[in-house]
């Protein structure tokens, strides 16, 4: 694929967004970043119908451009905004990086013929008979030097999650073990969270390198790697997660990965003070944002 040829169509950790251009990969937010009365208004132009390429990112722009000719989608329900990158004639790919079920709209079997739909899922790849491609991440992002302040780390949305997350944290505070547990309420229909508030992903990252390990818990019918399984891979963190089917990974070592139902919480305090045992470069690579693209036909 030629990245000149190509723009990225993103809708999530706006973070990311110098870490995709740094490599070559034009990419941008799907919507200009406005306060809440301009979101609130550019959902009403949604509900009726009406045009809302006044809130449209720099991307509008750059399609407009003779040379692009494929656009990398993140997955979404703006049909409006479907029709609008039809028109310029690029192909289409259009990315899952979330289950399907999460989508009213931008279902598998309701995009449009020319979109060709890819995702992380490998149990959604088979169900929608999408092709398949592994999530991704960035090898140039760094940590920050911090000091360890806590053995455990997770912080993320509720997503159905809470009692389970709130379980854990009362297990690692029985066994000695020191956590951060910040669950993030859910969205409501203008995008806002209720209760806790999302935490900056630059704070995050200072969270990470203040963690041994990071918590991953997939939500319920959830298959393929998320963001965590990267952090924890490319910040060599340890990982204590729900999936069951990480065994199957070329990153897998028992020593770097605790699966809970599968392993003995016996050993859990011992897993966490241990060290990580590296992972060969090779395999880390496999999953940055560069290669991530090269996997697309």
């Known amino acids: 694929m030629d990245n000149n040829k190509t723009i990225v169509i993103y809708n999530s950790v706006r973070y990311f967004l110098p870490f995709f251009n740094s490599k070559g990969i034009r990419t941008y937010m799907i919507y200009k970043d406005t306060g809440f009365v301009s979101r609130a208004f550019r959902k009403l132009f949604g509900y009726f119908g009406l045009n809302r390429t006044h809130w449209y990112g720099e991307w509008y722009k750059e399609l407009k451009k003779e040379n692009i000719s494929r656009v990398i989608l993140f997955a979404n329900d703006e049909q409006d905004l479907w029709s609008c990158i039809r028109k310029s004639g690029a192909s289409v790919i259009f990315w899952y990086w979330n289950p399907t079920k999460i989508y009213s709209k931008g279902t598998p079997n309701n995009l449009p013929e020319n979109f060709k739909p890819y995702s992380f899922d490998p149990v959604d790849c088979k169900v929608f008979n999408m092709k398949f491609n592994t999530t991704l991440y960035f090898d140039n992002i760094i940590l920050p030097n911090r000091s360890k302040k806590y053995d455990v780390l997770f912080v993320g949305m509720d997503k159905g999650r809470k009692s389970q997350l709130e379980d854990l944290e009362a297990l690692f505070k029985k066994m000695g073990i020191s956590s951060l547990i910040y669950i993030v309420g859910n969205r409501n229909l203008l995008g806002d969270h209720s209760g806790n508030k999302p935490i900056e992903y630059n704070d995050y990252l200072g969270h990470i390198a203040e963690s041994s390990v990071i918590l991953d818990l997939l939500q319920e019918r959830q298959s393929g790697l998320t ?6 891979l490319f910040f060599s963190k340890k990982l204590i997660t729900n999936d069951h089917t990480i065994v199957e990974q070329p990153f897998y070592n028992e020593h770097n990965i605790f699966i809970i139902g599968k392993d003995s919480l016996d050993n859990l305090k011992t897993f966490i003070q241990t060290p990580f045992v590296p992972v060969d470069t090779e395999i880390v690579r496999y999953y940055d ?9």
């Open 227 to 232: 963001l965590r399984a990267m952090e924890s």
């Open 289 to 297: 944002v560069t290669e991530w693209l090269k996997r697309f036909k």
